[in-house]
């Protein structure tokens, strides 16, 4: 159990940057956000292009998930594949359009 | 599913501290969760047997995978094995010997510096080839069995422990380029034990021919200092639901490559249909020794292996993968029958606000 310590002592840290990234973020919420690039507008496709040319290619396509957690996966497959900010962001309006 | 692939790493005593930091992690990123940005909890659950040369053992496993976004830009990560394993006792005795553990196989945090630049840090899987870090996950294994090379050039554990330099250098409708360049500090701690080493692979991809090809290269910056070399290929022609896969990697010591290729037709309903969900693989492999120094996981000799497998994608994420594999050896042939069911799950940590 050596390690326990340290190990905590980094999630308590995570968890205060957490909660401070929160405050900012709370503070940022009041002027109007900016609206997002239109990516699906100019390409109503590309946001299925991508699942099917990243997603799709590795594993099928998991079954009736919730938009509360689209921005997430779509964060995770950003990771995963790779994926450029605008194919980000097409993704993101494919699995919550 | 043998228990042996690369990436994970016993925790063995500390196993309390992998549950803990999964527990404590959602805690830490409740806090800020947008609409979109819940946190997830996916992965697989499965039971597999495999019989190989007449021995069968018995698998229970879960591969949960936490996905944690804190704000638009930073994303927490973590992958866990949980293993229960048993077998006939043998030598004339009745009943079975279990064995069990959890493990940590990766733990990163991943901040998005640009919109083509990718900052991770932590314990992370090393992205040689491609097998360790998109397909190992049993919920996207085709076969339960990784490839016989699947420990060249992953060093030992298939993490590494420090920062990786990721994303899409080039992306144009009719190419793109990607990059992945990490260096990983020398870690005997029980839960990241990692190599010192540097490494990186780059992909070009065709989106209109869907085809792949990419380089990997790693060094062990330690002890024998070995240089891994990699290269990839994947090919899914557009319209089709044929998928073909292969990797070559070389070490010092030992060299292989496997090629796989898997089909579903939609010939009769779509993919959907009953026989649409039937999904018939096919993978040969075939391992070399290059010297008698044996600085890898390749079988000690030249091994020769041809992998049939039919799979079927039930409804509600579930997938019954089976297998016949015929292993030709010096040391002796051997048959290898695996059957297994999985089951992926994917939710919301907890309710969205």
């Known amino acids: ?24 973020k709370t503070k940022q919420q009041s002027p109007p956000s900016k609206p997002s690039p239109p990516v699906h507008a100019v390409n109503p496709d590309r ?43 097409a993704l993101l309006r494919f699995l919550n359009p | 599913m043998q228990p042996s692939i690369s990436q994970i790493r016993f925790l063995g005593k500390p196993r309390i501290i992998g549950l803990m930091t999964f527990a404590l992690f959602l805690l830490c990123t409740s806090w800020q969760s947008r609409a979109q940005d819940t946190p997830l909890l996916s992965g697989g659950g499965g039971f597999f047997t495999n019989t190989t040369g007449g021995n069968t053992n018995y698998q229970f496993v879960i591969e949960p995978l936490l996905a944690a976004p804190v704000g638009k830009h930073f994303l927490i990560e973590s992958r866990a094995y949980l293993d229960e394993s048993y077998s006939p006792k043998g030598d004339g005795q009745s009943g079975y010997s279990g064995t069990g553990f959890i493990a940590l196989t990766y733990l990163q945090g991943s901040y998005f510096l640009s919109p083509h630049v990718t900052v991770t840090g932590g314990s992370f899987l090393l992205p040689f080839n491609t097998y360790n870090d998109r397909l190992s996950p049993i919920w996207i294994s085709n076969f339960q069995d990784g490839p016989l090379i699947s420990s060249l050039g992953t060093l030992s554990t298939g993490t590494g422990l420090g920062g990786m330099l990721a994303g899409s250098a080039v992306s144009k409708p009719k190419y793109s380029i990607d990059y992945k360049a990490w260096f990983s500090a020398r870690s005997g701690n029980e839960q990241f034990d990692t190599q010192r080493s540097a490494g990186a692979r780059a992909s070009l991809y065709l989106p209109e021919k869907r085809l792949e090809v990419g380089l990997s290269y790693d060094k062990q910056l330690q002890g024998v200092r070995e240089h891994f070399y990699g290269a990839h290929a994947w090919w899914e022609p557009a319209n089709t639901a044929f998928r073909l896969r292969s990797e070559f990697a070389r070490g010092f010591h030992a060299q292989g490559y496997w090629i796989e290729a898997d089909y579903r037709t939609q010939a009769f309903g779509g993919l959907n249909s009953w026989i649409g969900r039937f999904e018939p693989l096919f993978r040969i492999q075939q391992s070399f020794r290059r010297d008698t120094i044996a600085s890898d996981g390749l079988p000690l000799v030249n091994t020769q292996r041809a992998d049939f497998g039919l799979d079927y994608n039930l409804l509600h994420s579930t997938r019954i993968i089976t297998s016949y594999s015929r292993q030709f050896a010096s040391t002796g042939d051997e048959n290898i029958w695996e059957t297994g069911i999985v089951y992926r799950f994917l939710f919301p940590a907890w309710k969205a606000r």
């Open chain 1, 1 to 24: 159990m050596k390690f326990a310590a340290p190990l905590l002592s980094v999630l308590l840290v995570l968890a205060a940057a957490t909660t401070a990234t929160g405050q900012t």
């Open chain 1, 47 to 89: 946001g299925q292009q991508v699942f099917k040319q990243n997603c799709s290619r590795c594993h099928n396509a998991p079954e009736g998930f919730g938009p509360s957690i689209s921005g997430t996966i779509a964060m995770h497959m950003r990771v995963r594949a790779n994926l450029s900010k605008d194919d980000y962001t």
